[in-house]
């Protein structure tokens, strides 16, 4: 399904759906399609909040964790979303946990957090890019998933135009790196919101123990895991995903000072 790209200022963004928002930030690769079922299913619910990360336009010195959590923060001020479920997904993950680290004051109620990076991740290798090698970027993007099927030729081929493009090959490197370097082990004791972690058993990039990990160091967070499933479980398994989500959320409105 097509949904309609808002434009504010310099935020492109997919509002759908009334209630409180539900804010969804992607990966690295990410793209709208990642999120499709998720729109469909909460926009009965939620206000679906999809904000375009800039990874290829902010300059180089503001490509970095860093510089995302900036954008998001500026976003959503600007549009003045209050009592926000704030999720993020693999480096949308990350942004979402610098966010918060650096703006504790921020309107977010709840953080749901799916294979996200922040502790440690298997990034793409010391080989990536290969430009022009279709076959190996197949394979990597087959290894996002535990159904090798999900990666469809059209996932294949958004993948392959990118780092076939010399300056976002640049950014991407840039992004993982800094994603890298910036562990966030010891601040995360500091996240106040309730958290969901929804963990694919099968993920390969960032493995189940690293969402035990998540567990342990945020102080309010349950994990749940979700079996023959990997790294973006709202992509491969959506109907369990949007459940275990769901029935959080709802939990939540039992818990008013949550």
């Not at 003045?80 to 997904?89: A, C, F, K, R, S």
Request: charged share 25%; hydrophobic share 40%.
């Amino acid at each position: 399904m097509d949904y309609e790209i808002k434009t504010q200022g310099k935020f492109n963004y997919i509002e759908e759906g009334e209630g409180e928002p539900l804010v969804l930030l992607h990966g690295l690769f990410g793209a709208l399609s990642n999120f499709s079922h998720m729109i469909e299913y909460f926009r009965q619910y939620n206000k679906v909040v999809i904000p375009m990360l800039p990874l290829y336009d902010l300059n180089i010195l503001e490509t970095s964790v860093g510089g995302l959590a900036k954008f998001v923060h500026k976003f959503i001020e600007t549009r003045g979303y209050q009592n926000i479920h704030l999720l993020g997904n693999s480096l949308g993950g990350h942004v979402a946990l610098v966010y918060l680290l650096k703006h504790p004051e921020a309107p977010v109620k709840s953080l749901i957090l799916t294979g996200s990076s922040g502790l440690f991740e298997n990034g793409m290798g010391e080989t990536y890019p290969k430009r022009g090698d279709y076959e190996y970027i197949r394979k990597k993007a087959e290894l996002t998933f535990y159904d090798p099927k999900i990666a469809t030729k059209e996932l294949v081929d958004e993948m392959f135009e990118i780092v076939n493009n010399r300056l976002k090959v640049i950014k991407i490197i840039t992004l993982a790196k800094s994603a890298i370097r910036h562990n966030l082990g010891d601040e995360l004791k500091d996240i106040k919101q309730p958290t969901l972690l929804i963990w694919g058993r099968n993920d390969t990039v960032t493995p189940p123990m690293v969402g035990e990990e998540f567990q342990k160091l945020i102080p309010n967070s349950e994990l749940e895991f979700i079996d023959k499933c990997g790294h973006a479980p709202m992509m491969e398994v959506p109907d369990e995903f949007n459940k275990i989500l769901h029935a959080f959320l709802e939990r939540l409105k039992t818990q008013p000072n949550a």
